[in-house]
């Protein structure tokens, strides 16, 4: 799960997505990363911290790292949450494998409609809020998506 400074978006798809994931046994590894330097080695934001408490998910051992072209190896499917960390991604990847495991988190939800989660970051409650409602229901579709259970 990439999105732009890892302490917003990104580790909250990363809690979800790690909720689910364990609940429903999934062997699957999951991370996440910022595209930008400023906030590496910090706990998420104390606002996506508490919205994501209030939902019963814990965030708050997360701690911000950068993304790097080794993600590429390590991971089958990269996540990013608008289309500048899209480019961000993109221009690191060296081969067309690579790139084909870049998508939008919301494609799974709204499949070729290029949808973005919203950056709350200079935003209110009802912001995060909203965030975690498509979060939440883009990595249901994910997990529905990647494991046929429909
Ligand atoms: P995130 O949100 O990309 O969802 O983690 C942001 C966090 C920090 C900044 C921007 C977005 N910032 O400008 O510091």
Not at 11 to 35: F, Q, Y
Not at 39 to 50: A, E, K, L, S, V
Not at 87 to 115: C, E, F, G, I
Not at 132 to 146: C, G, K, P, Q, R
Request: aromatic fraction near 8%.
């Amino acid at each position: 799960m990439v999105c732009l400074g890892n302490i917003c978006r990104s580790p909250l798809a990363d809690g979800i997505l790690r909720s689910k994931v364990s609940e429903k046994k999934l062997p699957w590894m999951v991370d996440s990363a910022g595209t930008a330097a400023y906030h590496i080695g910090n706990p998420p934001d104390h606002r996506m911290i508490q919205t994501a408490k209030d939902k019963g998910i814990d965030i708050s051992g997360l701690r911000a790292r950068r993304f790097t072209s080794e993600d590429f190896l390590a991971f089958d499917r990269i996540y990013v949450m608008d289309q500048s960390n899209y480019k961000n991604v993109l221009s690191m990847a060296n081969s067309n494998a690579h790139r084909q495991k870049v998508s939008l988190l919301l494609d799974h939800l709204y499949p070729n409609k290029q949808l973005e989660v919203p950056d709350p970051y200079y935003g209110n409650q009802s912001d995060f809020d909203a965030v975690f409602t498509l979060v939440n229901e883009a990595t249901e579709a994910l997990i529905s998506d990647l494991t046929n259970d429909k």
